[in-house]
């Protein structure tokens, strides 16, 4: 194994790990060392405290620690990271810990391929330089995440008067044109802003994807088969709501779950489950065979107070971890904004977003094509670096 990841005295998520591993591989590919062995050691503040002091004669906590090996005998090095570090430096610069894991890897990397910020200003500006473009080719090689956009309210303005205008087919299109990755509509079962009309024009339309926003009925399933979307997202319905409130109920509903994946899987539709950020119910979607999950974020975008936004967000990272361990195609979506979705980007895993009302809002003020284009700035834009 070119590369090895081992974590001592601390907790290091298996998505953690492959993504360290992924990251580790693009290094290595970058900086022609394909097939050098690289070990990295993810460790406590209290362990790399004690490799200093052994090694250095410096008794206290670094980010990060590396020991270039001679190359002629394949093995480039070792670095070690101290995840504590790692978790303190994430939160002053609000980046998140798997980006700055991965910047300190790129920068113990760059000392082993010989560089030395420490001997003077140009060599701090050669190192950074090098750590730049190794950062951007990580960037490139790892997956993009997509924004998918929910088209619904422009048939709530046209719903409020009964009209035909404004048209959610032609939002559809000026949603692609500004570059969204996808469409997303709900058609609810009371018909309040998505007709059957739109659904099946927006269908033709669209060239990207159509994701179908859906309850698992006999009627909707129908539908379903039909229309063919791309993908369908199976959601919690109750008519007395004002928009979808809370996640799929997976481990009370198993069996009318399962069938339904299992009949939209032989129509050919991947399914994904829209659950909230909790253990059981991701581990039950795998279990009833959904391709995805969608991450309720209701609870992070609506969360008061620092303390409350920030437990809400490690509830994140914990379940996107957990979804791409178990092989779950990982989105998320619900009351995300150009605030708050920024924090998001820092979570790795996060392979789509769903966003819909922030977006129609602002296009309210901007235009739909600029509302769209700023949010897909800020998705990807915001990605690792
Ligand atoms: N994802 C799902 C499953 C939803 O039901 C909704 C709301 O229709 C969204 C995403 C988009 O939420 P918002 O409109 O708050 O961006």
Redesign the pocket.
């Known amino acids: 194994m070119p590369v090895s990841i081992c974590a001592q005295g601390c907790v290091l998520s298996e998505g953690q790990k492959n993504i360290l591993a992924r990251a580790a591989e693009i290094l290595l590919r970058a900086s022609n060392n394909s097939g050098q062995e690289l070990s990295i050691l993810i460790t406590s503040d209290q362990v790399i405290a004690q490799i200093n002091e052994r090694w250095f004669n410096r008794p206290r906590a670094t980010n990060c620690i590396s020991f270039p090996q001679d190359v002629s005998t394949g093995v480039i090095g070792d670095i070690v990271i101290s995840v504590d570090t790692a978790r303190k430096e994430a939160v002053l610069s609000g980046r998140g810990v798997s980006n700055r894991l991965i910047e300190l890897l790129v920068h113990g990397f760059c000392h082993l391929l010989g560089h030395d910020h420490e001997k003077g200003p140009s060599f701090e500006k050669e190192q950074r330089e090098c750590e730049k473009r190794l950062l951007k080719f990580i960037m490139k090689e790892m997956t993009m995440p997509e924004l998918c956009v929910?088209v619904?309210?422009v048939a709530t303005i046209r719903q409020a008067r009964g009209g035909v205008e404004p048209d959610p087919v032609i939002a559809a299109g000026i949603v692609e044109m500004a570059g969204a990755d996808g469409v997303?509509v709900?058609l609810r079962e009371d018909r309040r802003h998505i007709q059957d009309r739109d659904l099946r024009l927006i269908r033709q339309v669209v060239k990207t994807r159509l994701t179908l926003?859906m309850a698992a009925t006999e009627e909707m399933l129908t539908i379903a088969q039909d229309v063919r979307p791309d993908c369908v997202?199976l959601?919690p319905e109750r008519r007395e709501e004002i928009?979808?409130e809370g996640g799929l109920d997976v481990v009370a509903n198993r069996g009318v779950v399962e069938a339904a994946i299992r009949r939209l899987n032989d129509a050919g539709i991947p399914v994904t489950l829209?659950v909230d950020p909790e253990e059981q119910q991701i581990e039950a979607s795998k279990e009833v065979g959904a391709q995805n999950i969608?991450i309720?974020t209701?609870r992070y975008?609506e969360a008061k107070g620092a303390e409350a936004v920030e437990r809400e967000f490690e509830a994140l990272v914990r379940a996107c971890g957990l979804g791409a361990d178990l092989g779950l195609g990982v989105?998320v979506?619900?009351?995300?904004?150009y605030s708050n979705v920024v924090r998001l980007t820092s979570i790795p895993e996060i392979e789509e977003y769903?966003?819909?009302?922030?977006?129609?809002s602002r296009a309210v003020m901007v235009g739909l094509e600029r509302a769209v284009r700023d949010m897909v700035a800020l998705i990807k834009q915001g990605f690792v670096v």
Not at 333 to 337: A, D, F, I, R, V
Not at 354 to 360: D, L, R
């Open positions: 929910n619904d309210h997303v709900h926003e997202t959601v928009t979808t829209f969608e309720h209701g975008a989105h979506g619900h009351g995300l904004n769903s966003i819909g009302h922030s977006i129609i």
